[in-house]
């Protein structure tokens, strides 16, 4: 059973920075592709961020690129999402998500390529 704990959210101003951590178990975490989508009141889920299973490849959302950094940490279990220069707009609740498919060579970008999600953590932005 796979399990995504994210931390790190709450209440920043405008122009502050976050960093968002999630915590994963249940299988071998360095052989999956890891995400962060986001998803805003009244709004759909999107995506903000993902990272090959290696750390290789990173790819980001224009709405995100230049002030957001994913990373990982392997032997951690663990996958972030720097966020710096924080706007308005940015107010969501951020989930983690992990790959169905192991040793992916393109990095997933898409929802229905990730099988499992955490709880959520809320970060909001004040203007």
């Known amino acids: 059973q796979v399990q995504l704990v994210e931390s790190g959210g709450g209440l920043v101003q405008a122009g502050g920075s976050l960093r968002l951590s999630c915590a994963a178990s249940?299988?071998?975490?360095?052989?999956?592709?890891m995400g962060w989508f986001r998803q805003a009141p009244g709004k759909e889920r999107e995506f903000v961020a993902a990272?090959?299973?290696?750390?290789?490849?990173?790819y980001y959302a224009d709405s995100v690129k230049g002030r957001f950094t994913i990373s990982r940490d392997n032997p951690k279990n663990t996958v972030y999402l720097q966020m710096n220069s924080l706007k308005a707009e940015d107010t969501a609740v951020y989930y983690c998500?992990?790959?169905?498919?192991?040793?992916?060579?393109?990095?997933?970008?898409?929802?229905?390529?990730?099988?499992?999600w955490g709880q959520g953590t809320q970060v909001i932005v004040s203007s």
């Open positions: 249940g299988r071998t975490f360095s052989s999956y592709a």
């Open positions: 998500a992990a790959d169905l498919t192991p040793f992916r060579t393109v990095v997933p970008i898409t929802s229905h390529e990730f099988g499992y």
């Open positions: 990272i090959s299973w290696s750390g290789g490849n990173k």
